[in-house]
């Protein structure tokens, strides 16, 4: 045997084959000294294959020698030319959905171009290939416009037994789409005719073309197995279909909604993908096969994934676009829509009023931009609310009263009033005051006034107080409620008890 550094030649390796048929007793040395008295006497014909065997190696142990191998003894040039080939083949996917829908906006058909969306459902993973044995598949007919309008679904039954992988495939099913097993599995045996009828039912009867099926991105290498499972059996087409990510779809028309509605764009395809895989209609009843909505597996089942992809495609852009849902095909059929409601956003300014969602005012359909306009959007404030108060807000500042109420005439100690007396005396007409308009802070507000409090905390009239109840009061009407000054705290001294915020009595 040849050191592992020196290169091989031809006399070793005739050398090693000649050990192996006449002496496989011989040393090293032995063998060398009788196998080069033969080698001494063949001519350059018999020796040919030896040297050409020998050049054959060298190229093998120099590639060797430069190729580097992964821990699993892969080598690195290998592992990088698939993940380039990925790369192009994600790279050229994208390429297409941009193409696809850019198309669409070009031709003014955006909210009529359809889409097909599948779903797939399978047992178990065999360990030899890695192929997925088919329990379900449904596939659906999608556009903005007309919302799920088709869909194909069936029960799939392999026709095989899954030896060794028994217990996969039952805590498979248990814990998601619960179909019995091979070999009792519901569906259709004759897994080239659900091959063809998927062909069928994507095919463009005008181009004769078949659109490609967009579904999760996880999943598209499931997909891609099960049609390939689908099409291994006799008599079925043998077309290979492009299967593209749904999420990706999602972005790139919620982009094309927002510039045809003109309102702003997702910043990236993370918050499309974020909202996409909220599955809102993911308990969603009535929209599963019969074996689901029965076994209450509805979540599970093929027929449900592509109905609700459609209503979340409906329910993100269909608004973008101002198109009607209607349900049972953009949403589900017990929808109520009209508990649907976008509120406008307000750019009234104080001179405006506020039109409340509670007043009888009715609204037109949604425009673009997902947007609703009242139709008394600008009405004026009436005079109705054209009052102001009497009554100071130490928060606004202090201010001198209009009225002096009959405490104050009688010059007798500071009480707080009743919720009657505070309801009958907080407001009164006066529209002659700017100030007082400055001062009213419900003046800018919509027509919808609260009900004044029952205990105020701001009905005390220091106008007609006396000099020495106005310095008594003074920390209590400056400085907000209850809170005193450091120089007048030897006032409240004489104060027997007090009740609330900012009002009190002597004794």
Excluded at 202 to 230: A, G, M, Q, W
Excluded at 246 to 269: D, H, N, R, W
Excluded at 446 to 452: D, H, L, M, Y
Aim: proline residues 5%; hydrophobic residues 30%; aromatic residues 10%.
């Amino acid at each position: 045997m040849p050191p592992k550094n020196q290169k091989p030649n031809a006399f070793m390796i005739f050398a090693l084959e000649w050990r192996s048929k006449h002496g496989k007793w011989l040393s090293m040395g032995e063998l060398i000294k009788e196998a080069g008295e033969v080698w001494k006497n063949m001519d350059e014909k018999q020796r040919a294959p030896y040297k050409d065997r020998a050049k054959e190696e060298h190229i093998m142990s120099s590639r060797a020698a430069a190729e580097k191998l992964t821990c699993t003894g892969i080598p690195v040039s290998q592992v990088e030319k698939q993940k380039m080939d990925h790369e192009n083949k994600e790279r050229q996917m994208k390429r297409d959905i941009e193409s696809t829908v850019s198309k669409s906006v070009k031709n003014d058909n955006l909210e009529k171009q359809s889409y097909y969306f599948i779903m797939v459902n399978y047992f178990t993973k065999t360990l030899k290939g890695g192929v997925y044995v088919p329990a379900e598949l449904a596939v659906c007919k999608f556009s903005l416009l007309e919302g799920v309008s088709r869909v194909y679904h069936t029960l799939i039954n392999p026709g095989v037994n899954i030896y060794g992988h028994q217990y996969e495939a039952q805590h498979h099913a248990d814990t998601t789409h619960n179909l019995p097993l091979p070999p009792m599995a519901l569906g259709d045996k004759n897994l080239g005719n659900i091959y063809n009828e998927v062909l069928n039912f994507i095919r463009d009867p005008e181009t004769n073309s078949y659109s490609p099926l967009y579904t999760l991105k996880e999943c598209i290498h499931i997909v891609d197995s099960v049609l390939e499972f689908l099409k291994a059996d006799n008599g079925a087409n043998n077309l290979d279909l492009k299967i593209y990510p749904i999420q990706y779809l999602f972005y790139i028309m919620k982009e094309a909604t927002c510039e045809v509605g003109e309102i702003e764009k997702p910043s990236s395809f993370y918050i499309t993908d974020a909202y996409f895989e909220r599955d809102f209609y993911e308990y969603q009843i009535g929209i599963g096969c019969q074996f689901h909505e029965k076994n209450d597996r509805c979540k599970y089942c093929t027929q449900s994934y592509v109905t609700r992809w459609g209503y979340m495609f409906c329910d993100y852009m269909c608004r973008d676009l101002a198109i009607r849902l209607e349900p049972g095909r953009h949403c589900p059929i017990n929808t109520n829509l009209n508990a649907i409601i976008t509120p406008a956003p307000s750019r009234n300014n104080d001179t405006e009023s506020i039109i409340s969602m509670s007043n009888a005012s009715t609204h037109t359909n949604p425009v673009a931009g997902s947007k609703y306009y009242y139709d008394d959007q600008k009405t004026s404030i009436s005079d109705a609310t054209n009052k102001t108060y009497t009554q100071d807000f130490p928060s606004l500042g202090a201010r001198k009263a209009k009225k002096k109420s009959p405490l104050a005439e009688q010059d007798s100690p500071v009480r707080h009033k009743s919720s009657r007396q505070i309801d009958e005396s907080v407001v009164s007409v006066d529209n002659d005051d700017d100030d007082d308009d400055d001062l009213n802070p419900w003046n800018s507000r919509s027509q919808c006034i609260p009900r004044e409090p029952d205990n105020s905390h701001f009905d005390i009239e220091y106008g007609g107080l006396n000099s020495s109840d106005a310095d008594d009061c003074n920390s209590v009407s400056s400085f907000g409620r209850g809170r005193g000054r450091g120089s007048l705290v030897n006032s409240f001294s004489s104060v027997a008890s007090s009740r609330g915020r900012g009002s009190y009595f002597r004794n």
